[in-house]
């Protein structure tokens, strides 16, 4: 928040591991510098491959020199080293995991729904949902989450409702969501808690993936009555998530999306189609 560049220490003295920033546009990026600014150390971790394209590096320095660890989320003995490291690293057990991963195999390489080719489909669940089961069964079994911890997943809105384009994605959302609850069944005997944010369209690398994706952004921006949410405030929806401040809240798909997935139709969207908005019909 421009008014308060320092934070207000919501996440004093909290550790953690932050997956899934790839570039300043990554959610998790944000999310990161959020973190950061409220006074949390975290290890930031992604796949191997993205220590090739991603800038993490940078985003390293920019947090107060966050330790980097490449681990490929759908690979358990990379999730097994990775928070058996972040241990290492942070000196004790983590108070909070977030989860901002996502890749549609068939959606990226243009293969429609119908048509979906199901060694991708496979795929892309496995990274874009299951790899949360991988990643929360592998810090629970190296006892690298505190009682009282925060899980967290970021999720759309085509997880409950079709967006054309979004295609096997809204599958792995759906089962993203699905998992989150069954987790948060499990975690809450620890007091450990884990949400869904169900974010609105965002210009990243992934979101780019989505075919028609400025279209559905556009939508998005005239049908939400605060218009869409960006990264940056998503990523201070999230700490708060983080913080103590949230310790009751669990197993929930939480929508921060300026109000979007309340609407039907908007005046805005009426004047786009050829309507006339405040009359008698
Ligand atoms: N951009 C949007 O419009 C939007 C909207 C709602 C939710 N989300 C979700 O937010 C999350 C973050 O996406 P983003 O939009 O910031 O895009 P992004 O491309 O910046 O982030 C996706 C990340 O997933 C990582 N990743 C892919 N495969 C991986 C693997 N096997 N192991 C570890 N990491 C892997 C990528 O390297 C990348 O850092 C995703 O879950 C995405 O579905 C995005």
Not at 6 to 33: C, F, M, R, T, Y
Not at 207 to 214: E, K, P
Not at 229 to 244: E, H, N, P
Request: charged residues 20%; negative net charge.
């Amino acid at each position: 928040m421009a008014d308060t560049p320092a934070g207000h220490g919501l996440l004093a003295g909290k550790v953690g591991v932050i997956s899934g920033a790839l570039d300043p546009n990554s959610i998790a990026w944000a999310l990161a510098e959020a973190a950061h600014r409220e006074g949390a150390r975290f290890v930031l971790t992604n796949a191997p491959v993205a220590s090739r394209f991603g800038q993490l590096d940078e985003l390293a320095e920019k947090t107060g020199g966050s330790p980097i660890v490449y681990a490929d989320a759908t690979n358990d003995d990379d999730l097994d080293a990775l928070f058996a490291e972040a241990k290492e690293h942070l000196g004790g057990p983590l108070d909070f995991v977030v989860h901002s991963i996502g890749m549609g195999l068939n959606v990226r390489k243009g293969k429609p729904y119908e048509g979906l080719k199901y060694e991708w489909y496979l795929k892309t669940l496995d990274i874009s949902a299951v790899s949360l089961h991988r990643m929360v069964r592998a810090a629970l079994d190296g006892d690298a989450m505190k009682d009282g911890g925060s899980v967290l997943a970021m999720s759309f809105i085509g997880a409950q409702r079709i967006f054309s384009e979004y295609s096997e994605m809204g599958d792995a959302k759906a089962l993203l969501e699905s998992i989150v609850r069954s987790l948060g069944y499990r975690l809450g005997r620890r007091g450990i808690r884990i949400n869904a944010v169900s974010q609105s369209p965002t210009r990243t690398t992934a979101g780019g993936g989505i075919g028609g994706f400025d279209t559905l952004f556009d939508f998005a921006e005239k049908v939400a009555p605060l218009g869409n949410a960006d990264a940056a405030s998503c990523a201070d929806y999230c700490v708060t998530l983080l913080s103590d401040y949230a310790r009751m809240v669990t197993m929930q798909t939480l929508y921060h999306d300026g109000g979007f997935s309340a609407m039907g139709i908007s005046d805005a969207l009426v004047e786009q189609m050829g309507g006339t908005v405040g009359e008698d019909s």
